[in-house]
């Protein structure tokens, strides 16, 4: 009889924390509405700081004329470009780092010296080395990202119960399988913890680098709006910047959920 009182217990409660969860949420957004209106028209104007309806008009008209999906695309593809070349030169690195006292005192200072490097000093370097054009915001995302992935990489590795090594060289496994079968399933979670918190700074970065300079993409219609000293566009782009980069991070942490469903069963089990 217990377990089954348990069992029945679980889904309510999960229930019951999801409800509160999105009911918190909604309460939250609604605050932040009612702050953001009641500043407009009474602490303020319309003018100095336009009010959520006429941002939210703003941001349907971006949406309707397609300047949204342009400009979006521009700046997601040279984010997901700069990504993979930042996680493609981290990943080893931080690889290195792990399985070796002699890499990671190699490499050690050097990648906690660029993590600590502000973006918009990625941002300036780039477009003063490499242009206004596609390569200097590429460049900017990847020097960025990198740091970060490598440091998870090099922690997740650390992180590897040597126990599991020694038993699978013991049966005789060869390195790759070692790699693919133990060392893999180990570092895939910090993997994504250094994925999930590298894309949301690189992201930032790139679009500061088309502020500074560019042609299109996010940063340069809040640069253009600026500009044109339309308060209104500078929130409305802002706004769809956040929204965006919100689905984005939903997307991710669906993603690793469901990669690592596993380990909850691990961790019930």
Same mark, same amino acid.
């Given at each position: 009889?217990?377990?089954?009182?348990?069992?029945?217990?679980?889904?309510?409660?999960?229930?019951?924390?999801?409800?509160?969860?999105?009911? $918190?949420?909604?309460? =939250?957004?609604?605050?932040?509405?009612?702050?953001?209106? #009641?500043?407009?028209?009474?602490?303020?104007?319309?003018?100095?700081?336009?009010?959520?309806?006429?941002?939210?008009?703003?941001?349907?008209?971006? @949406?309707?004329? $397609?300047?949204? +999906?342009?400009?979006?695309?521009?700046?997601?593809?040279?984010?997901?470009?700069? %990504?993979?070349? $930042? &996680?493609?030169?981290?990943?080893?690195?931080?690889?290195?780092?792990? /399985?070796?006292?002699?890499?990671? +005192?190699?490499?050690?200072?050097?990648?906690? $010296?660029? =993590?600590?490097?502000?973006?918009?000093?990625?941002?300036?370097?780039?477009? @003063?080395?490499?242009?206004?054009?596609?390569?200097?915001?590429?460049?900017?995302?990847?020097?960025?990202?990198?740091?970060?992935?490598?440091?998870? @990489?090099?922690?997740?590795?650390?992180?590897?119960?040597?126990?599991?090594?020694?038993?699978?060289?013991? %049966?005789?496994?060869?390195?790759?399988?070692?790699?693919?079968?133990?060392?893999?399933?180990?570092?895939?979670? #910090?993997?994504?913890?250094?994925?999930?918190? &590298?894309? &949301?700074?690189?992201?930032?970065?790139?679009?500061?680098?088309?502020?500074? =300079?560019?042609?299109? =993409?996010?940063?340069?219609?809040?640069?253009?709006?600026?500009?044109?000293?339309?308060?209104?566009?500078?929130?409305?782009?802002?706004?769809?910047?956040?929204?965006?980069?919100?689905?984005?991070?939903?997307?991710?942490? @669906?993603?690793?959920?469901?990669?690592?469903?596993? /380990?909850?069963?691990?961790?019930?089990?």
């Amino acid at each position: 009889m217990i377990p089954a009182a348990t069992e029945s217990t679980v889904p309510r409660s999960a229930a019951s924390h999801d409800w509160r969860r999105s009911a $918190g949420l909604v309460i =939250g957004w609604v605050g932040f509405l009612a702050l953001w209106a #009641f500043t407009s028209t009474v602490i303020l104007d319309e003018f100095t700081l336009p009010g959520p309806a006429k941002v939210a008009a703003a941001m349907w008209e971006i @949406v309707i004329e $397609g300047r949204f +999906a342009d400009d979006f695309a521009a700046s997601i593809s040279k984010t997901f470009i700069g %990504f993979g070349l $930042g &996680a493609s030169i981290g990943a080893p690195v931080g690889y290195a780092m792990g /399985r070796s006292r002699y890499w990671k +005192a190699f490499f050690h200072d050097g990648v906690v $010296g660029a =993590g600590s490097i502000p973006g918009i000093t990625y941002a300036v370097l780039a477009l @003063v080395v490499f242009g206004t054009g596609y390569l200097g915001p590429v460049i900017a995302v990847g020097l960025i990202s990198m740091p970060f992935i490598a440091l998870s @990489v090099a922690e997740g590795v650390e992180g590897v119960d040597p126990n599991l090594v020694r038993m699978a060289t013991a %049966f005789r496994r060869s390195d790759s399988q070692i790699s693919r079968h133990v060392m893999l399933p180990s570092i895939m979670p #910090f993997v994504f913890a250094g994925v999930r918190l &590298a894309f &949301a700074i690189a992201w930032k970065v790139e679009a500061l680098t088309e502020v500074f =300079g560019s042609s299109n =993409g996010v940063g340069f219609q809040i640069r253009f709006a600026f500009q044109s000293f339309s308060i209104t566009n500078v929130l409305a782009w802002t706004l769809l910047f956040i929204i965006f980069m919100l689905v984005i991070e939903r997307g991710l942490a @669906v993603i690793e959920r469901r990669i690592f469903k596993w /380990r909850t069963w691990e961790q019930t089990a």
